[in-house]
């Protein structure tokens, strides 16, 4: 049931609340997108997981259950 | 009409020689008529998911670059299929990718002029397998006139149980990125979505998608008609089967030959001295250094140890009177221009990379940018929505390497160079607006 | 009571105009990724949504104040089905219209995790058509509002939304468009 963090860099502008919300989990890059570590996320920061989803204003940030889904070639 | 004839009942009536190369490639463009000669009708089995556990016996793997296991792929699209059947009628879609975006490909092209008909019947086998609907047909260029013969031929005959339908792929890199495909097909630009959903779960007006390269249809053609056995009598264990190279030899024309997995390098890219590196997979693959790789085999197997891995099968030896720097510089630079611009990362990094080897490939370069060329490469690379970055990155990275002491020289001021004629092949126009893309 | 009821809806309706200013400005910011300043950046969306939540609150008030005041008969329902007031009307009827695509906006975005992305922005975007409906009901259904300093309050939110607009198309005017993009940065990054 591990959770794990994912942003769509397509839908993401860099608009870095994701950052400021959640540190230990994402950072920005020198260009301002999100860094974001793709371990599951620790029980502690759940909720901070959960409002840093809700808060992104691209609606790119999400947390998805179990495995990481692959990208195609 | 279609005889339910199954021609691939082992040690059956098989038209071709056993186990020998080629497989795929006639000498000439073969018509209906001559197709059907040689190989008998598609065998139709006339049960979905029949030819699945054939293919998963057969280890194939797909040959559009990726090397995924075509019989997974077959099965989740089939299981999505029934999934949603309640939905949407079970129907699912597939089509067949013969995009080859890769400016240095060319097997699938001669693919479609040689042996449309073996195209065409792994299409409808594969239809059939997957509970498919609808069938696309995916081409780079508009059809030529042998696919749209091999089609109305077909269509006379009756052997085609689903029509295909031809869209064609915009001159770009990424058209062929699987997701592009579908965004295409549905009516949008050729470039890449977000995954998940992936399109095996829902593609192609919300339909799960099968999406196969051409050459990988064409050899479950024949595996549906010759057995999983017949197809791995060629090949290795761990990767069995033949497969279509396109060929770069200092002659620098492109030929494509079909070989074995695992047959030597250089029996197809020559054992000449004069080469200084080889580029295996095309421009998301890597350099080998000469005469270090010159033992090589065509399989994933043995070129893994360079980082490398062999791809849709493009293959270039690099004259040694070249600059590998700058055919790389070069190369970068259209795949950075080629990006589609739609994830930060890739956008920002991709141009900067290719600004940074520029100026490494020119006299004398700032001590800094080896430090910035690594550390946007680790920036880029898994951070966009498709494998670009990744696959420019293994590029360049394995270019730095082989092409080392060559760094060395040019921030000397020098170029071991003498022939300042570009090698690899790169098509003309960039992509300036958004009709580029349709 | 009724007076009171009166003033109270008068109030509050003066309050949410305000508010709802605010909001639509905040929402600009937050798509510009603007900053308050000496405030994080999630602070700015935080404050958007929770002005929001504050604008329908005192909507509500302002709603259940003039159903409740009897000195003319609003039904509960003409606050959100237009036209089915008889008292003024038409004005009302632009308030509900306006709340209408505030609900509509609350909704999605208390769903946003749940919804395709592109969905909830088509209905957000619906805000820029809020807001003048509001402002136009505001403006016919209240004498205050056509006179005196309420009518340079309202002017002066106008001219504040109308700049916040115009900033906001002056950007989208400059974006690099997708397929340029590339381009862009080459020009950027190449000496």
């Known amino acids: 049931m591990a959770e794990r963090l994912r942003v769509n860099p397509i839908a993401c502008s860099g608009h870095g609340v994701c950052a400021e919300l959640l540190p230990e989990l994402v950072t920005l890059d020198e260009w301002g997108y999100p860094i974001v570590d793709p371990g599951p996320v620790p029980v502690a920061l759940d909720r901070d997981a959960r409002r840093a989803v809700a808060a992104c204003p691209a609606l790119a940030l999400k947390l998805t259950r179990s495995e990481e889904p692959a990208r195609s070639a | ?438 | 009571m009724n007076t009171a009821f009166w003033y109270a809806s008068r109030a509050t309706g003066i309050v949410a105009l305000l508010l709802l200013t605010a909001v639509l400005v905040l929402g600009i910011l937050v798509n510009r990724q603007g900053r308050l300043p000496g405030l994080p950046r999630f602070a700015v969306t935080d404050v958007h949504r929770n002005l929001s939540l504050l604008s329908v609150a005192f909507i509500v008030v302002h709603v259940l104040t003039a159903v409740l005041d009897t000195y003319v008969h609003i039904p509960l329902i003409s606050a959100v089905i237009p036209f089915a007031s008889g008292y003024e009307r038409l004005w009302l009827a632009l308030g509900a219209i306006s709340l209408d695509i505030m609900l509509a906006m609350i909704v999605t975005s208390l769903l946003r995790g749940r919804l395709n992305r592109i969905l909830w922005r088509a209905v957000h975007l619906l805000a820029y058509a809020s807001w003048p409906v509001a402002f136009a009901h505001c403006i016919g259904s209240s004498k205050d509002l056509q006179q005196g300093w309420m009518l340079g309050l309202a002017v002066g939110c106008a001219v504040i939304v109308v700049a916040a607009v115009i900033w906001r198309l002056a950007h989208a005017a400059r974006q690099v468009p997708r397929a340029r993009r590339v381009a862009a940065i080459f020009s950027q990054v190449t000496r």
């Open chain 2, 1 to 438: 009409m279609t005889t339910a004839v199954n021609e691939s009942a082992p040690g059956g009536a098989a038209r071709q020689a056993a186990a020998g190369l080629p497989r795929l490639l006639p000498a000439a463009p073969e018509d209906l008529r001559a197709h059907l000669a040689r190989y008998g009708p598609a065998p139709y089995r006339n049960q979905p998911g029949a030819l699945i556990a054939d293919v998963e016996a057969s280890g194939l793997t797909g040959r559009g670059g990726a090397a995924f296991p075509v019989y997974r792929k077959l099965a989740a699209v089939a299981r999505a299929g029934v999934r949603t059947g309640h939905r949407q009628g079970g129907r699912t879609v597939v089509v067949a990718n013969g995009a080859e975006s890769e400016p240095a490909s060319r097997k699938d092209e001669l693919l479609l002029q040689l042996a449309p008909n073996l195209v065409l019947d792994g299409l409808q086998l594969t239809a059939e397998a997957v509970g498919a609907a609808e069938a696309h047909l995916y081409l780079h260029r508009a059809p030529g006139p042998q696919i749209l013969r091999a089609l109305a031929e077909r269509n006379a005959r009756g052997l085609d149980r689903l029509a295909v339908t031809i869209t064609q792929a915009p001159p770009r890199f990424l058209a062929g990125q699987e997701t592009a495909v579908v965004n295409r097909l549905g009516g949008g630009p050729a470039l890449p979505t977000f995954q998940p959903p992936r399109v095996s779960e829902r593609g192609l007006g919300g339909a799960p998608t099968l999406v196969q390269n051409v050459e990988t249809l064409a050899h479950l053609a024949l595996i549906a008609r010759y057995g999983p056995r017949w197809f791995r009598a060629v090949g290795t264990a761990a990767e069995p089967g033949s497969m279509l190279t396109t060929i770069y030899r200092p002659d620098a024309k492109a030929h494509v030959r079909e070989a074995a997995i695992g047959a030597q390098l250089s029996t197809l890219l020559g054992a000449e001295a004069n080469v200084q590196a080889w580029l295996v997979g095309g421009y998301h693959g890597t350099w080998l250094p000469m005469p270090d790789a010159a033992g090589s085999t065509l399989d994933n197997a043995s070129v893994r140890r360079f980082g490398a891995a062999v791809g849709a099968g493009v293959l270039a030896a690099l004259p040694s009177d070249r600059c590998g720097l700058a055919e790389t510089a070069r190369v970068t630079r259209y795949l950075a221009a080629e990006s589609a611009g739609q994830c930060g990362p890739c956008l920002n990094g991709l141009p900067r990379i290719a600004a940074g080897l520029a100026e490494l490939a020119g006299r004398g370069h700032r001590r800094q940018t080896r430090a910035d060329l690594e550390r946007w490469a680790g920036l880029v690379e898994g951070r966009g929505a498709c494998h670009h970055p990744d696959g420019t990155v293994r590029f360049v990275r394995s270019a730095l390497t082989v092409f080392e002491p060559e760094i060395a020289r040019h921030a000397r001021g020098h170029c071991s160079a003498t022939n300042r004629a570009p090698f690899l092949p790169l098509p003309d126009g960039l992509p300036t607006s958004e009709e580029d893309w349709t």
